[in-house]
T-cell receptor
Framework: AQSVTQPDIHITVSEGASLELRCNYSYGATPYLFWYVQSPGQGLQLLLKYFSGDTLVQGIKGFEAEFKRSQSSFNLRKPSVHWSDAAEYFCAVGANTGTASKLTFGTGTRLQVTL | EAQVTQNPRYLITVTGKKLTVTCSQNMNHEYMSWYRQDPGLGLRQIYYSMNVEVTDKGDVPEGYKVSRKEKRNFPLILESPSPNQTSLYFC???????????FGPGTRLTVL
């Protein structure tokens, strides 16, 4: 069974600083990987996804993520954080067994941005 | 506007009183899913449906039922709610199994 680990429960960065949120996954085959963002009181919005091909994926709002198979990681990055980026971020891995569909989420990282 | 809608958005009920949370999408998506979100646990999949009349269990299906009689609707049924089902519930849909999932606004359920 697949699993996702987000080791950082809470991160605080200053506005304008760079950001990296960690995500490690466990899955036997090639994974489908996602990052979602949840603003307070809101649903989830997709930031970016990796299915195959280029391991550096660009997303919305200036975010990017890099798939590293050797490290089983899919870390999310942003070069300069804005105050509006304060939210909770979820990494997820999708499993394709041919007969079943499953999306497993990590426990989330809450980002606080200080001015 | 393309969207996933859930009703009700907030619900307070008592143990054992059957309830249904509706989910509807207007994007003609084949795939729909229900999740619950609990602090420190992230989102956990309850049930999913790959098409009409095709449903399957996710990670935490106990105490829940679903049906998919029409493509656009995927209701979540709690036949005998218990306090441990107090949670924030999200419905999601996707045009295909591993495409982007579009989430509804959430339903906050409290079972007393």
């Amino acid at each position: 069974a697949q699993s996702v680990t987000q080791p950082d429960i809470h991160i605080t960065v200053s506005e304008g600083a760079s950001l990296e949120l960690r995500c490690n996954y466990s899955y036997g085959a090639t994974p489908y990987l996602f990052w979602y963002v949840q603003s307070p009181g809101q649903g989830l919005q997709l930031l970016l996804k990796y299915f195959s091909g280029d391991t550096l994926v660009q997303g919305i709002k200036g975010f990017e993520a890099e798939f590293k198979r050797s490290q089983s990681s899919f870390n999310l990055r942003k070069p300069s954080v804005h105050w509006s980026d304060a939210a909770e971020y979820f990494c997820a891995v999708g499993a394709n067994t041919g007969t079943a569909s499953k999306l497993t989420f990590g426990t989330g990282t809450r980002l606080q941005v200080t001015l | 506007e393309a969207q996933v809608t859930q009703n009700p958005r907030y619900l307070i009920t008592v143990t054992g009183k059957k309830l249904t949370v509706t989910c509807s999408q207007n994007m003609n998506h084949e795939y729909m899913s229900w999740y619950r979100q609990d602090p420190g646990l992230g989102l956990r999949q309850i049930y999913y449906s790959m098409n009409v009349e095709v449903t399957d269990k996710g990670d935490v299906p106990e105490g829940y039922k679903v049906s998919r009689k029409e493509k656009r609707n995927f209701p979540l049924i709690l036949e005998s709610p218990s306090p441990n089902q107090t949670s924030l519930y999200f419905c999601a849909s996707s045009p295909r199994t591993f495409g982007e999932q579009f989430f509804g606004p959430g339903t906050r359920l409290t079972v007393l």
